[in-house]
């Protein structure tokens, strides 16, 4: 499959003046225009339905723009066949915001499960993720067997598996305590400075407030249906 490569600086994410409504709904996101920069480490935030999943599913070309333009990769998703949107989302991890786990298989082959829809073969890489996250005590267990905080980081190590370029992760530290969301955040900005690009949303101030020593970040705010500041202050 033919992979279109980003020049260096290139936007790996890019709205332009973009909206979404859902059907028959009143328009949610209106007149979005950013760049996400390769390297980089976003927060979203923004009130509880201000449209921040809504945003990232636009991001890893779930939903459709309905105004304006999302481009993923330097390619306008509007115009993306089959194959180019199953190339874009082997190069975007997704942390979803309910984890969205198979119950009836482990959390092993629940990381595993993007190699294998791959054709990949599992290999040692599955152990390194696993002792990576802090699971490798639980890769047999199956996910309602999992405390939350375990939940978030079998998610985000099945985000990582195929290696993706960008990391999005909807409400990562959504109900687990302090401790365990910085242990989430930690391994997020671990990711981010192995050079991948981050984009949290989250509605949780004290996590973007406590990342700020130990990474650059931007922070975007959504109200009012539209991106109200993209600045590094809350
Ligand atoms: N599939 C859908 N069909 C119709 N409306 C939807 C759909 N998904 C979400 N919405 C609505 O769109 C709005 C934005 O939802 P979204 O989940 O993007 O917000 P959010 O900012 O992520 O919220 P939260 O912080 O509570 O997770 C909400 O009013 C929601 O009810």
Known sequence: MRRIRVKDEQAVIELRDTSYSYRGGEPLLQGMTLQVAPGSFHFLTGPSGAGKSTLLKLMYAELQATGGAVTLFGQDSRVMDRNAVAD?????????QDCQFLDHLSIADNVA????????PVGSDLHDLLAWVGLSDRMHAFPPELSGG???RAALARAVILSPDVILADEPTGNIDWDMSQRVLQLLVELNKMGKTVMV?????ALIRAAKPQVSTRILRISNKRL???GAEL
């Open 228 to 230: 109200q500041s993209a």
């Open 113 to 120: 499960l993007p190699l294998m829809v791959q054709g990949k």
């Open 150 to 152: 375990e939940r978030q």
């Open 201 to 205: 949303a989250t509605h949780d101030i």
């Open 88 to 96: 874009v989302r082997t190069r975007i991890g997704v942390v979803h």
